[in-house]
């Protein structure tokens, strides 16, 4: 059974930096994209970017480039997004995905809250 | 401002056919670009629905089909259930924009 397993809620002050984790199980990870999408409150959702774990190629939303960083460690079938200095706009729940054409898997979302 | 346009709110009574619109242009479904539909149930994370215009993954009712006629793609729910009350977003790629994009999404509620 394909299974996206991504970490807890994290709430964070502006200006600090985070890291969430997307890990993945009953396929082989390697060799799929992983795609994230932002949903902020009450709002759509947002394709930020793709991460193809074998080799880390990454494709980014423009609208998310420089803001976020996607990686990947394919010996653990885990990737993940981080920033580097969180705004009050950043709150927003974060999912993972396995993309193949389409997004047919998804994690369980990860909500992040940047408050001071 | 999302690229592709969906109505906000549908609504219809159990047993009932609803269809939701998702209207693009010609550099998105009008440039015969894949459209993906997705559920998103209450306080969960969005499930794929339908792939590929009108495809239906293992599992997902037949009471749920896809269609696409121009620029615009349709999903439509027959026989309303109110497990089905939830939100819907289609999803495309944009080859002016050169990235994948996703609906303004819409509320279905079961009366």
């Known amino acids: 059974e394909v299974q996206l397993v991504q970490s807890g809620a994290e709430v964070k002050k502006p200006g600090e930096s985070l890291k969430i984790s997307c890990k993945g199980s009953?396929?082989?990870?390697?060799?799929?994209?992983i795609g994230w999408v932002r949903q902020m409150p009450g709002k759509g959702l947002e394709w930020m970017g793709i991460i193809y774990p074998d080799d880390s190629d990454t494709k980014y939303n423009p609208s998310f480039q420089g803001q976020v960083t996607f990686s990947a460690d394919k010996s653990i079938n885990t990737a993940y997004m981080q920033w580097s200095s969180l705004k009050a706009s950043d709150t927003a729940i974060f999912y993972c995905a396995r993309y193949t054409n389409y997004f047919d898997y998804w994690g369980q979302g990860t909500l992040v809250t940047v408050s001071s | 401002q999302s690229v592709l346009t969906q109505p906000p709110s549908v609504s219809g009574a159990p047993g009932q056919r609803v269809t939701i619109s998702c209207t693009g242009s010609s550099s998105n479904i009008g440039a015969d670009y894949d459209v993906h539909w997705y559920q998103q149930l209450p306080g969960s994370a969005p499930k794929l629905l339908i792939y590929g215009h009108d495809n239906r993954p293992s599992g997902v009712p037949d009471r749920f089909s896809g269609s696409k006629s121009g620029t615009s793609a349709f999903l439509a729910i027959t026989g309303l259930q109110a497990e089905d009350e939830a939100d819907y977003h289609c999803?495309?790629?944009?080859?002016?924009?050169?990235?994948?994009?996703f609906g303004s999404g819409t509320k279905v509620t079961v009366l």
């Open positions: 009953g396929y082989n990870f390697r060799k799929d994209w």
């Open positions: 999803q495309s790629f944009d080859r002016r924009l050169g990235f994948y994009v």
